[in-house]
């Protein structure tokens, strides 16, 4: 599985971008797909995940109010709908997937096998 991470970009606060992580394979539809996010000095983090049967898993409560995360299988195509943002919210962002994920590893980057390039987003004050 390859995978390409898109839809970066400069917003201001308030602002929205969707994110695109456009995936190669026949099987992508039987993957658990995650973003992950690593600002400068910082490690990596779960943002949020979701399952092959579409259920979503975010990191944090806030989070969950302003990012929404989706899949359509029939473009091996998942989806990070972020509004409000913050500056704080200014990171390179990180698709990756597996197919071997259970619950107690949604979070954990070292369970997902495959991993995009990134796309940055920074959110301006």
């Known amino acids: 599985v390859q995978l390409q991470a898109s839809g970066g970009g400069l917003v201001q606060t308030g602002g929205s971008l969707r994110l695109s992580c456009a995936a190669s394979g026949r099987t992508f539809r039987t993957y658990t797909v995650a973003w992950f996010r690593q600002a400068p000095g910082k490690e990596r983090e779960f943002v949020a995940s979701?399952?092959?049967?579409?259920?979503?898993?975010y990191d944090t409560d806030s989070m969950k109010g302003r990012f929404t995360i989706s899949r359509d299988n029939a473009k091996n195509t998942v989806y990070l709908q972020m509004n409000s943002l913050k500056p704080e919210d200014t990171a390179a962002y990180y698709c990756?997937?597996?197919?071997?994920?259970?619950?107690?590893?949604?979070?954990?980057?070292?369970?997902?096998?495959?991993w995009g390039q990134g796309t940055q987003v920074t959110v301006s004050s």
């Open positions: 979701i399952r092959p049967s579409g259920i979503a898993t």
């Open positions: 990756a997937s597996s197919n071997t994920i259970i619950t107690s590893t949604l979070r954990d980057q070292t369970a997902y096998h495959y």
